[in-house]
């Protein structure tokens, strides 16, 4: 059987006045059902690009798709028609924004929003439509979803709004989630609260979830396999436990090294020198270079590609992550 | 503090002059320069902007004609390879009276763009950053001012006036066409007067005059430059109105307005008489208000 | 530590809720309601909270940005709530800000070097002003960046270096207090570490002091002695850091503490996450008796009539809670 969502060798840029900006450039993964993906990177490491040329929402021009293939079930979606491959946004294939106020009509309610989806989609009655999308706002555990019906978004908090968001990307039952930075504008309490409820629909649903993410503790807390992004391309991949015990790329090992924990007590940062490439001029040979501790001079001539470390399937985009990190 | 140096953590940001190299010189202004620079019709309009300067400023560099002298004899003639726009009923050169015409315009389009921008910067900046009751009145008085229909208005002002001439028909349209600008000023103000660098200023300990001086007005004049310059378009045109209606400016001046004026009992048999100047000052009238919207286009991308 | 520099006794700051054209007062945003804390000389003291708290609004009444409804803040012995306009600004001399955006807290038309200069041109005679030019590229150095940078604009540098741009204008008064309202919530991981050092760094060099405001649980934890926890307009709990977030006594802390997500693999054992229930109320109406109750699961009844008091549990360790969860509350 075809896994569930691919994602391969996928390379996506966009056609500035200033130059063209190389915003992911071999991006290769899979998800299957059950199974929570992050995608973990800081601004720019391309991430959430990498998700809207999933979903097909890359404006073009300015951005093309050069080169790769994305396949769900088997079925290549960079090719396909545009309203099959409407059909697939939403159905197969839902995606849950940062942004939810933005991301929500402010002049619907809520509930006409979540209700449209069984209208447009699945061809349901006004009243079925209403009835559904009810029960998919108790599903989320808003409050009083009958009368919250008629409430527009911005009657609604930052928490209330994302869960709103996750309706209305569960409505037709979707086989992949991708969640960009879902909880990034929440409180830290109500992001626990929305990182719990995602947990619960995707047991519930089965479906495959897509976390992209720059929040290294909701990683560790929420994925099976992380894939750490640097520049448009993947640095590092592996489960949970291989890649917090021990990362094996040097930029994995600096994000690591860079955030303060709660439980390690007035050690001081060893942040990553440096910063973030610019994508219109990105560093020849390995993105990392000018970072990178372990620099050697071949860096800057060949770029790394993944290689497995090990037979667990992890793998790493580094020359030299044997000098530095062992096998 | 020159001993600080040493500090490893001032060391982190480093590598920047390979990352910084690579970054493209110059301020906000010069982006905008940059994106106007490589559009033809910026320089169509720069063009006319700066021949019609020149006419106003030295109008003997255009025509060695007087544009006063009579000749009853060549009274209207057609466009000929002597007088290029043909001559009126006094046969006297439409082309001179046309170059001669553009003074009168552009002084009175500069003298009440000027005014209506000093107006609107001090008590547009005034209502935007103190807000409050000096807002409320200002407001206010701008609100019912901003009802009152401004052609009419100039109209009815300019015929209380024995004589008519470039400074009664500037404080005409002066006096009816601030508003705009104001308002514009007021709301540019009151929507950088809350950025982070507006309290970095006033956790300096900054004067409020220095505030508004240094930090807001150079962040709100973009909206009005570009208006400015629409305004300079609009102030022609409205001048040429007056005058053409009679109650602008009065012979001897020789303004685009009289000329057409002039030329209206004449259209059917001789229509060159009103088709030139009239293309003159459309012409005119279009390049300030063009090269406004390009302004605005070049300094706010995000409108394209 | 030394003597208090700053010292802040129940400073309130209610912002009027208008409606209609007259502009009728209808309610009150409490948006901070009786906050009292303190910072000494090379101290830094955190302020933590989630958005709508007060914790940014009371940094900008200490600032003096917005001016206080009632209450004191004492700068280096002066009473700032009432004072003068010209005392208020030669206190600033001493106590400087650094905000959150740094897309957003640069003049983008003025040059790095008019904007660190500025401070010298607000305060003449602190640098003469043919030593500006030097003075601004020691400055820059200092913070980390090439001084040849002085004529670039802000726009031409990263997230992380503007930010360092901005503590170099602070530190050209040479201020005693920086107020940092969220300095490094805006800038990625693997660079705001580098910040984080920085202010460090210079506090150790310059003898500052920080009142560092950030919603950020573990960045306040490393950088903070002291920790100052709000909820709705009020400290709930105040003490050394080590205290705050080891034995947190206010339940408010410790749902708070409980729910930032732990950035380590499965083997490492996590506290058990205590999860909320519902929204933090508006603070326009905000509940009655302690205002956590509505979402506190040691509710009782006097929690719903009666406001506690933020007392000291142990010494140093104070919170504003009727059932305090402590060592103490075992051995009362």
Redesign the interface.
Known sequence: MDPLLVVDDLHVEFRTDDGVVRAVNGLSYMVDRRETVAILGESGSGKSVSAQAIMGLIASPPGFITKGSVRFEGRELLTMAEDERRKVRGADIAMVFQDALSALNPVFSVGWQISEMFRKHRGASKKEAKKSAVELMELVEIPDATNRYRSFPHEFSGGMRQRVMIAMALALDPDVLIADEPTTALDVTVQAQVMQLLENVQAEFGMGLVLITHDLGVVAEQADRVVVMYAGRAMEKGTIDEIFDQPHHPYTEGLMNSIPRLDDLNERLNPIRGNPPDLLRIPSGCAFRPRCPYQQPDCAEVEPTLEFVGDSGRSTACHHWRDAFGE | MTDLETLDSADQGAIEDEDLAAIREGSLGSDAWRELRRRPLFWICITIIAVLLAMAAFPQLFTSLDPEAQDQRNGLMFPSREHWFGTDLFGRDVYANVIYGARVSIVIAFVVTTFCAIIALIFGSLAGYYGGWIDSIISRITDVWFAIPGVLGSIVMLQMFETRNIATLSLALIVFSWTTMLRLTRSAVLAVKHADYIDSARALGATDFRIIWRHILPNALTPLLVYMAIFFGVVIAAEATLTFIGVGLQKPSISWGLIISDSRARIQTHPYLLLFPGAILSMAVFAFILLGDLLRDAFDPRQR | MSEPILEVANLVKHFPVTKGVLRRTVGQVQAVDGVSFDVARGETVGLVG??GCGKSTTA?TV???EKATSGSVRFLGRELVGADMSD???A??D???V???PY????????VNNIIA??WH??PGVVDESKHRTKVQ??L??????PN?VN??P???????RQ?I?IA?A?A??PTLIIADEPVSAL???????V???L???QN??GLSYLFIA?D???V???SDRVAVMYLGKIVEFGAG?DV?ESPAHPYTK???S??????????V?GE?I??K???PSPSNPPGGCRFHTRCWKVADICRTDEPPLEEITPGHQVACHYPETPVEIGV
Do not use: C, W
Not at chain 3, 141 to 146: A, D, F, I, Q, T
Not at chain 3, 259 to 268: Q, Y
């Open positions: 989630e958005s900008r600032l003096g940005l208020v600004r030669a600033r001399r106590m400087q800000v905000f959150q955006d957003a807290s640069l003049n983008p038309r003025m040059t500025e401070a607000i305060h020691e400055l150095e200092v913070v980390g960046l090439n940078y670039r604009y726009h031409q540098f990263s997230g992380g270096q360092r901005g204008r530190l008064l040479e990625d991981v693997s660079v705001q570490a580098q984080v050092n920085l460090e760094d210079l060099e310059l919603h649980l573990s960045v934890r490393h950088i080590a977030y749902a708070l503490l729910a930032v997500p732990v950035p380590a693999s499965r083997k490492h996590r996450r999860m909320l519902g929204d933090v």
